[in-house]
């Protein structure tokens, strides 16, 4: 089973319905809810989903959107060596380093995002939803 971390990106694409790339970010979605994938995200992501869907719906929403999240996703904790590590990568992006540093820790099979380019000095492969989506068995086994 492949374990991915997913970028902020494509988890606010769910919850926001943001199209078009809500189409692939959901088939995402419910391929973990279905157990076909265990995906992740790191611990900062869901700060940022509250404040995001908070600012963009309501209050009501965005405690949703964090709920939805805990109980759909396995969550990466950030300590002190997940940001030092961080902070020596070379992307310019710190955001992004968490992200890279968490799944190199956790010994995650790729990063699925939208935004490669925060990802290019990743150890941990980089794929976007459509990259992600064609390397993933149909839910039937095919």
């Not at 509250?50 to 719906?57: D, L, P």
């Not at 999240?69 to 968490?98: K, P, Y």
């Not at 976007?128 to 993933?136: D, G, K, N, V």
Request: hydrophobic share 50%; proline share 5%; aromatic share 4%.
């Amino acid at each position: 089973m492949k374990r991915i971390l997913l970028d902020l990106n494509v988890v606010l694409d769910v919850l926001l319905s943001r199209s078009p790339w809500q189409v692939e970010a959901r088939a995402i979605w419910n391929a973990n809810r279905e157990g076909r994938i265990a995906a992740a995200v790191s611990a900062i992501t869901l700060p940022t989903v509250f404040y995001v869907v908070r600012k963009q719906a309501d209050l009501g929403r965005a405690h949703l959107a964090v709920m939805n999240c805990l109980q759909s996703l396995t969550i990466i904790g950030v300590d002190r060596s997940v940001l030092e590590m961080a902070a020596n990568l070379s992307g310019s992006d710190f955001e992004d380093n968490v992200q890279i540093a968490c799944a190199s820790v956790a010994a995650l099979d790729a990063v699925v995002t939208r935004d490669p380019k925060g990802f290019t000095e990743s150890p941990v492969p980089t794929l976007s939803p459509a990259e992600f989506l064609a390397q993933l068995p149909k839910a039937n086994g095919s």
